[in-house]
């Protein structure tokens, strides 16, 4: 007998644990909301006028740190990250949407991201927002460091959390 229960919304697929509760799957569900509301905006933003956000990378030893300004009125919509990692808000304010819910972020402020998170966010203020992840190969390839630290969609990041509970 299976240890869980597919649950199939919107063309995506995720497991749920069997015996969980109703409030627990109700906000699995709101999560799934959430990731299709983000999707969409970034769709949207996406055929709007581009704006360049200055990035500032730095790699002290078996790191990698990721500056961005982001000017106020700004629309933004982050990448799925693989792992847990470090942010800063070093100034600015913002409002934010993730899996978990809306709330307004002001620096200096800081906080810990989970595996799977991806934001949208609006620009109240002229804010400057820093990551930190691990890099153990120390490399400085930006390129390389994106596709390490990222997925492309959340079944990829699906594929790729399976992948590491296994090892």
Known sequence: MPS????????????IPK??????????????????QINALEVQIGQLPQIDLPLKHMFPPGLYVREIFIPAGSCVVGMIHK????????????????????????GPC???????????????????????????SNTRDIDQLVAEITAPTYADLEEFLKLENKS
Not at 19 to 36: C, N, P, S
Not at 83 to 106: C, F, Q
Not at 114 to 126: F, I, M, P, Q, V
């Open 19 to 36: 015996g969980t509760t109703a409030a627990a799957l109700e906000l699995e569900l709101r999560k799934f909301a959430v990731r299709e």
């Open 83 to 106: 792992h847990e990692h470090l942010n800063y808000i070093s100034r600015g304010k913002v409002a934010v949407l993730t899996k978990d819910g809306r709330e307004i972020l002001e």
């Open 4 to 15: 869980h229960v597919a649950l199939a919304i919107l063309g995506r697929q995720t497991f």
């Open 110 to 136: 800081t906080m810990i991201s989970s595996a799977g998170t991806k934001r949208a966010l609006y620009t109240l203020e002229d804010t400057v927002w820093t990551t930190v992840h691990l890099n153990p």
